[in-house]
């Protein structure tokens, strides 16, 4: 599994689990994993890690959100 692969299941876990059980703090939540992936990505030296993490929580939200 690539990094990319378990850092969605990593945010979909987690804002799915706020989603469900502190919904209060969602939104607080999603900017906190969006730094978290930026960070991770810029960390690899991922290339747009910045449009990296944007993209990833766009999707990540689309699962959870349904």
């Known amino acids: ?3 990319s692969e378990q850092e969605f299941g990593w945010a979909v876990g987690r804002l799915a689990w706020f989603r469900d059980n502190r919904p ?3 939104d607080a ?3 906190r ?3 978290d992936l930026l ?3 810029t960390a690899r ?3 747009s890690s910045g449009d990296y993490a944007v993209r990833t929580i766009q999707a990540v939200l689309r699962h959870v959100q349904g």
Do not use: G, I, L, P
Request: hydrophobic share 45%; charged share 40%; aromatic share 6%.
């Open 39 to 41: 960070k991770r990505a």
């Open 24 to 26: 209060d703090a969602f």
């Open 45 to 47: 030296h991922k290339r």
């Open 1 to 3: 599994m690539s990094d």
């Open 29 to 31: 939540e999603v900017a």
């Open 33 to 35: 994993v969006t730094a």
